[in-house]
């Protein structure tokens, strides 16, 4: 992997220019009415940029930690970061481009392209059972993170979706001319009717410009090469909407992988990929019942877990070992979180207590809680892989993350926690937690409860797991080699 000092910056927050006049930026309100993303994305479908929907192009930008739930305040500090977050955006484009004058890289025709958004460690668990099966297949990976994949097979090439030519940058100017008078229009519209800020609709414009622009380097370079068909880990990440568009509009089917939580759906839809690759009836069920066709979803199960076994993992200690598993929510909503599981753990003897923050999480974002609670070790992903994890606890603990999925597979019991004041949906935990004496835990003191009952009677843990079992039957229906086969069956049916 390759790690660049931009990554995490230039493509979490894309970027509008500064606002000049200060009696501007001081009389802009921060309107939240009616913040709407898919009608933000049906106004701006109804613009097409070389056949592409603007509104598609845009679907990661509200999706954004700036833009979820409502556009920031106006002020001079935010609009001088997105400036200066535009230059780092420009000037990468630039230097990647300029590196690439001095390579010749021959790229395959017929390829199989796989564009990915998240962390490339759980980018790897996500596509490997599947690229294993690849090995007569040309494979392309497109970065859309900033980081690159190393150690590639004979059958494998590496792009960089950043990488532009001049004759490409022309092309693109003639193009996005023809589209500027509608864009301001929608933008006008935007202001009016949703009370968008100008700052707001300065870093949508900029953020819109980085999409054609990718989007012309992929029609270039998708009608070259021909590929059989496009898979990607979130058809909506930043980048990732740019190839899976650019392929719809050329006529290749596009997959995409359903990489964590569907519940609440906020982040899937409206699915732009040809097919969404489901794990079960549940989750093709809640997606016939948003609109799309059930030919759209077909069901694969999820490669990365193994059958589960019918009784769970023991382990010869004598500490009781438990992790708590983070989320990328709101930030206060995680303190309160992890606080209820540290302060559970310290007032038992004999456990052995960790948290493994969410891929899209920052150990640094735990740094102050930590001081308080240093019988914690907080774990990245980098750190600690989710089967080694799994290998080595007795209990997991979640808010609403499919890693307890995982750790059913595996053979962990799961535990799933809730706060009064936290807001985030339980999500796919409430369907533990609406089994029939599944335990309800809401507070420290409950937890503590639980965890000083499992001491004392270990036989806890498996009957929780028996419950476990009952839910990861009816959410997953394929595991491993045989969701490899499944997913196989699609394509080749689909070609």
């Known amino acids: 992997m390759m790690p660049n000092i931009l990554q995490d910056k230039i493509l979490q927050l894309t970027v509008a220019g500064p606002v000049f006049k200060l009696k501007q930026i001081l009389t802009l309100e921060n309107t939240e009415q009616d913040w709407d993303i898919t009608k933000f994305e049906e106004e701006l479908n109804k613009i097409s940029f070389m056949g592409i929907p603007l509104g598609g192009l845009s679907s990661s930008f509200f999706l954004q930690s700036l833009y979820r739930d409502s556009q920031p305040s106006a002020s001079l500090k935010i609009s001088l970061k997105h400036f200066i977050l535009h230059i780092r955006n420009i000037m990468y484009v630039f230097f990647i481009s300029m590196s690439e004058l001095f390579k010749k ?10 564009a990915y958004s998240n962390r490339l460690d759980r980018v790897l668990e996500i596509f490997e059972p599947l690229v294993s099966q690849l090995k007569n297949e040309n494979i392309i990976y497109i970065n859309t993170r900033i ?28 193009e996005y001319e023809l589209i500027e008078k509608e864009l301001a229009f929608a933008k006008e519209t935007l202001k009016k009717e949703y009370g968008f800020n100008d700052i707001t609709l300065r870093a949508l414009n ?8 990718h989007c012309v380097v992929l029609s270039e370079l998708f009608s070259k090469i021909k590929p059989k068909y496009i898979l990607t880990d979130f ?36 699915v732009l990929a040809n097919t969404l690759l489901c794990w079960g009836n549940m989750q093709q069920k809640q997606f016939i019942s948003l609109g799309m066709h059930p030919e759209q979803l077909p069901i694969v199960g999820n490669a990365r877990i193994p059958a589960p076994q019918p009784f769970i993992k023991k382990h010869e200690n004598t500490t009781l070992r438990i992790c708590f598993a983070g989320n990328n929510i709101d930030m206060n909503e995680r303190h309160i979180l992890f606080s209820m599981f540290a302060n559970a ?42 089967k080694t994890l799994f290998e080595n606890i007795d209990l997991l603990l979640v808010h609403n993350s499919t890693i307890m999925i995982e750790a059913i597979g595996y053979g962990v019991p799961v535990l799933i926690i809730n706060h009064p004041e936290v807001t985030f949906p339980i999500g796919i935990g409430q369907h533990l937690l609406d089994i029939p004496g599944y335990p309800q835990i809401n507070t420290s003191e409950e937890l503590e409860q639980f965890i000083l009952a499992v001491q004392k ?18 959410y997953c229906k394929y595991y491993g080699d045989e969701s490899v086969q499944q997913q196989m069956k699609v394509f080749e049916n689909r070609a």
């Open 206 to 213: 900029r953020y819109l410009k980085f999409q054609t622009l």
């Open 345 to 386: 753990v310290d007032r038992i003897k004999n456990i052995d207590g960790m948290m493994k923050i969410h891929p899209a999480e920052q150990k640094a974002e735990y740094q102050k809680v930590s001081e308080f609670y240093p019988h914690i070790k907080i774990l990245e992903s980098k750190e600690l892989s989710n």
């Open 457 to 474: 009677d270990d036989h806890l843990l498996d009957d929780l797991f028996d419950k476990c079992l009952i839910f990861i039957h009816n």
């Open 105 to 114: 890289a021959v790229l395959p025709d017929n390829p199989v392209v796989i």
């Open 235 to 270: 058809d909506r990440g930043r980048n990732n909407n740019c190839v899976v568009l650019t392929g719809n509009k050329l006529a290749i089917p596009t997959y995409s992988f359903i990489h964590g939580s569907t519940e609440p759906p906020t982040s899937f839809i409206p």
């Open 147 to 174: 980081e690159k994949v190393e150690s590639l097979n004979n059958n494998e090439k590496f792009i960089d979706i950043y990488s532009t030519t001049f004759k490409q940058y022309l092309k693109w100017r003639k």
